[in-house]
């Protein structure tokens, strides 16, 4: 059974930096594709980032580009997210995802339950 | 990038169908046949519904079926129940030489 769990949430000053794990298990983690997509307290979804299963390539949006970055280890089947100058606007539920395949954009067909970063002073 | 454009909701009856659109540009939806869509209900994680286009993953039924013409993509949800009641997004790759995914801005389908 896929499972993937979240941690590392919680409340950050703007600013600030928080950096988010997700530790996935029930498949072969190396092989596929993982994400990050966000949703902000009543809106919809956001993509955030992607990795590609060897971690060889990475994907941002243009709103986190050059603030997160994600990474993973494959040798502890755990996939990151590092969130630096947090800005108010980053304020969401943080989804983990794994990708259908390996290339790195792929959809994302099993999610973790969330975790909340709250961005506030 | 933009947001892909979906309408913010859609209805039916059971036993019903429903088609819920997604509309891009040339540079996404259009360009690419990587067009997803997620079903979520309150308080729950996404679930994939369909992926590149119109393929279902294993598990969902196929009253879920995917197509697009040009830049619009669409969802038909044939045979409605009462548990198809829930918020749909779309999404899709986008890009040129920096490709990102984008999604849309969600649809909630009530089951009338």
């Known amino acids: 059974e896929v499972q993937l769990l979240e941690s590392g949430g919680g409340l950050a000053q703007p600013g600030g930096s928080l950096r988010l794990s997700c530790a996935a298990s029930g498949f072969t983690f190396s092989g596929f594709a993982m994400s990050w997509v966000r949703q902000a307290p009543g809106k919809g979804l956001e993509w955030v980032s992607a990795?590609?299963?060897?971690?060889?390539?990475?994907y941002y949006a243009d709103s986190v580009k050059g603030r997160f970055t994600i990474s993973r280890d494959n040798s502890k089947n755990t996939l990151y997210l590092q969130m630096n100058s947090l800005r108010a606007e980053d304020t969401a539920v943080y989804y983990c995802?794994?990708?259908?395949?390996?290339?790195?954009?792929?959809?994302?067909?099993?999610w973790g339950q969330g975790s909340l970063v709250t961005v506030s002073s | 990038q933009s947001a892909l454009t979906q309408p913010p909701s859609a209805s039916g009856s059971p036993g019903q169908s429903v088609t819920i659109s997604c509309t891009g540009a040339?540079?996404?939806?259009?360009?690419?046949?990587?067009v997803s869509w997620y079903q979520q209900h309150p308080g729950k994680a996404p679930k994939l519904m369909i992926y590149e286009v119109s393929k279902r993953p294993s598990g969902v039924p196929d009253r879920f079926s995917g197509s697009k013409s040009g830049n619009t993509a669409s969802l038909t949800v044939s045979g409605l129940q009462a548990e198809d009641e829930a918020d749909y997004y779309c999404s899709s790759y986008a890009g040129s030489n920096n490709f990102v995914v984008i999604f849309g801005g969600g649809t909630k389908l009530t089951v009338l």
């Open positions: 990795v590609s299963g060897s971690g060889g390539n990475t």
């Open positions: 995802a794994k990708g259908y395949g390996d290339y790195g954009l792929s959809p994302c067909d099993y």
């Open positions: 040339s540079s996404d939806v259009g360009g690419y046949n990587y």
